[in-house]
């Protein structure tokens, strides 16, 4: 089992920035990527940003591309996101999760390769 919390959500004006965090624990030996997904009032989770946790290799969204850097600290076991130049429609309930490395050749941008799933965090971002 692999377990995610994810911080560093919180309220913040348009055109501000926030880092968001993501912990992993438990058998991160096992995992084969983790991304970002967001979930706005009323509308389906979708893709943010995905990593490979050995290549490094980044994916984005096309909506956050330029303005959310995605990276990782193996050491520490986190996965963080930069955003910056937020925009009123980035505000969203955040959410980490891990692909498990069983799978053959996933897709990291697609919800059903992910596996487990943090709590969430919550973006706000006032106009």
């Known amino acids: 089992q692999v377990q995610l919390v994810e911080s560093g959500g919180g309220l913040v004006q348009a055109g501000g920035s926030l880092r968001l965090s993501c912990a992993a624990s438990?058998?991160?030996?096992?995992?084969?990527?983790i991304g970002w997904f967001r979930q706005a009032p009323g509308k389906a989770r979708e893709f943010v940003a995905s990593?490979?946790?050995?290549?490094?290799?980044?994916y984005y969204a096309d909506s956050v591309k330029g303005r959310f850097t995605i990276s990782r600290d193996n050491a520490k076991n986190t996965v963080y996101v930069q955003m910056n130049s937020l925009k009123a429609e980035d505000r969203a309930v955040y959410y980490c999760?891990?692909?498990?490395?069983?799978?053959?050749?996933?897709?990291?941008?697609?919800?059903?390769?992910?596996?487990?799933w943090g709590q969430g965090t919550q973006v706000t971002v006032s106009s």
């Open positions: 999760a891990a692909v498990g490395d069983w799978r053959q050749n996933p897709s990291i941008v697609i919800i059903a390769s992910y596996d487990y």
């Open positions: 990593i490979s946790w050995t290549t490094g290799n980044t």
């Open positions: 438990g058998r991160t030996g096992s995992i084969y990527a």
